[in-house]
């Protein structure tokens, strides 16, 4: 049996639709690691702009859109992945299928290690999409219920982690409450009351806007500084250290790749359920809809409000961070195949479909335009020089750029340029690059 990607009549719409969406506005989250010090980001991120309308937008962006383009991602990868084996659902399915499988992952690893040390991306999500589907193939004939259950694992950990450092917060302010009544009324304190007094104190002095950096954000920031401030080997040596130790070395790597795995479980319950490829009615898509957002847009909203209160208090987005990415990139799938399901939608969002065809393509040339063009020392030398709300607008229009640019590359070709490689490198086969009738006009 001969294999070969799926033609162009072949396609499902809405899955190229939803790709596009998803990997177009995850710019809206990666711009701010491209044109921020990562030291204001991972700490007080008020450093970076805070105006009312750098407000707005961080709190927008919380709400609706921080990691859940990623979430559509890993759903969609794992539609793709069931779209890629489903002949070797049958008993008698070829080994060919498992070996196409595995050998598309290790090419796409390859080029997640491309754009991590060569385009310098240090959030690239290719590494770990190809290394989390490596271990996706055993799992294909498991029922959606125990997809779904076991794909809530990780969520499931992150909340019971969550509700740990909940109850541990509310114990050290109860401690902190007594030792300061004790202190007031003139007597004696404990030592356990006097170290939480101590760590409470550290706890408020770091979210002191007044308060001079320590020594570890002056160091970390001044090493951002000197890495964006030489030539393409200074540049290109801190963003490959920054990859190593933060990834790697303090081990998030392998939480990005548990998070994308169980996600890509919960992507697998869902094409099974005929979720993500339109196959549901449009009242199953509006009462879904209506439920994830209802649960996920509320736990982030609120969250979003915790964390910008600047306070050592305990956190409920602890306990529902996950879960909440979940439900809203549910939402976001739902709530497109429900606006598709209509004629004027299908219309509104049918650019989208050539930037889902070109997304991998596009992925890159978004890292192109901000790591090497608009933020680079040797480009435009935009860093660490706008807020929230201005890199929202920068963001919006490197999109737009993107989307333009993916519609004109599909009316002249097949696939988009890094698409066809890594077709070509899967099936160890040249795939067809330009479409066909231009093809015959040659």
């Known amino acids: 049996m001969k294999l070969a990607p ?9 899955l190229d639709i939803l790709r596009g969406i998803a990997i177009l506005l995850i710019l809206y989250m990666n711009i701010g690691f491209q044109a ?11 450093l970076i702009g805070w105006t009312a309308a750098d407000r707005i937008t961080w709190i927008g962006i919380a709400t609706f859109l921080e990691g859940t383009q990623r979430c559509m991602l890993e759903f969609l990868f794992a539609a793709g992945f069931m779209v890629l084996t489903r002949r070797a659902m049958r008993p008698d399915g070829p080994v060919a299928i498992a070996d196409l499988h595995y050998r598309r992952n290790l090419w796409l690893l390859a080029f997640g290690l491309i754009n991590v040390f060569v385009v310098l ?7 770990i999409y190809s290394i989390a589907a490596l271990f996706l193939f055993p799992f294909r004939k498991l029922g959606p219920k125990l997809l779904l259950a076991l794909g809530c694992g990780f969520a499931l950990f992150t909340a019971v982690t969550g509700a740990i450092d909940y109850r541990e917060r509310v114990n050290l302010i109860a401690k902190v409450e007594v030792a300061q009544a004790a202190r007031a009324a003139g007597q004696p304190i404990t030592a356990d009351q ?42 290109a040596s801190y963003l490959w250290g920054e990859w190593t130790s933060f990834m790697v070395g303090k081990g998030f790597l392998l939480i990005a790749i548990v ?18 490829q339109g196959q549901r009615s449009a009242r199953f898509y509006a009462l879904a809809t209506l439920l994830a957002y209802g649960f996920g847009l509320t736990a982030r909203f609120i969250g979003g409000l915790e964390v910008t209160a600047f306070a050592p208090t305990p956190k409920t987005i602890w306990i529902t961070a996950e879960f909440a990415r979940l439900a809203v990139g549910l939402g976001h799938v739902t709530l497109i195949n429900l606006i598709v399901k209509t004629a004027a939608g299908r219309t509104i969002l049918s650019p989208f479909k050539a930037a889902g065809r070109t997304a991998f393509s596009l ?9 090497h063009i608009l933020f680079a020392p040797y480009g435009l030398n935009l860093w660490a020089k706008f807020g929230w709300a201005d890199q929202f607008w920068i963001a919006t229009g490197v999109i737009v750029l993107c989307l333009v640019v993916g519609n004109l590359w599909m009316r002249f070709f097949a696939t988009g340029p890094l698409e066809w490689a890594w077709r070509s490198l899967s099936y160890v086969e040249w795939q067809p690059f330009r479409r066909q009738h231009q093809a015959a006009a040659a």
């Open 121 to 127: 991306w240090v959030g690239d999500i290719l590494t």
């Open 36 to 46: 921020s010090p990562v030291t204001y980001l991972m700490g007080d991120f008020r």
């Open 363 to 371: 992925y890159f040339l978004e890292q192109i335009i901000g790591m």
């Open 259 to 276: 998070e994308a795995f169980c996600a890509m479980l919960i992507g697998i319950a869902l094409c099974k359920w005929g979720v993500i």
């Open 6 to 14: 799926l033609s162009r009549g072949a396609r499902i719409d809405v």
């Open 194 to 235: 006097r170290t939480a007094l101590e760590d409470w104190q550290k706890r408020l002095d770091r979210w002191d806007p007044n308060r001079p950096p320590d020594e570890k954000t002056r160091t970390s920031l001044e090493k951002e500084r000197k890495g964006y401030s030489g030539g393409w080997w200074n540049y």
